[in-house]
Nanobody, 122 residues
Framework: QLQLVESGGGLVQPGGSLRLSCEASGSPLYGYYIGWFRQAPGKERVGVSLISTRDGTTYYTDSVKGRFTVSRDNAKNTVYLQMNSLKPDDTAVYYC???????????????WGKGTLVTVSS
């Protein structure tokens, strides 16, 4: 059974960068669509980015376009989220999730990691 574990979160100053990792176990990631979601305190979980592990097709929500880059390494069974030019509004718990559907809707994801906290603050 597929399991996902996020890592790479932490405290960073505004304008800084972080790279999050989503490592899979129990099943190959190939064939899944992997989404990155985030949930800020007191707010709903929202989709940030999506990648096809088959062909690398990507999607980004408008607020992160040009700043975040999602990529995958199927050999390492890992998906990454490179986050640059971070802003305080990016502060949230970041989750990766897997689906057999091309969808950034949280309810359509089948498997979730437990999340990693990203705090952007001076």
């Amino acid at each position: 059974q597929l399991q996902l574990v996020e890592s790479g979160g932490g405290l960073v100053q505004p304008g800084g960068s972080l790279r999050l990792s989503c490592e899979a176990s129990g099943s190959p990631l190939y064939g899944y669509y992997i989404g990155w979601f985030r949930q800020a305190p007191g707010k709903e979980r929202v989709g940030v980015s999506l990648i096809s592990t088959r062909d690398g097709t990507t999607y980004y929500t408008d607020s992160v376009k040009g700043r975040f880059t999602v990529s995958r390494d199927n050999a390492k069974n890992t998906v990454y989220l490179q986050m640059n030019s971070l802003k305080p509004d990016d502060t949230a718990v970041y989750y990766c999730a897997a689906s057999r559907l091309w969808s950034i809707v949280a309810e359509r994801m089948d498997t979730w990691g437990k999340g990693t906290l990203v705090t952007v603050s001076s």
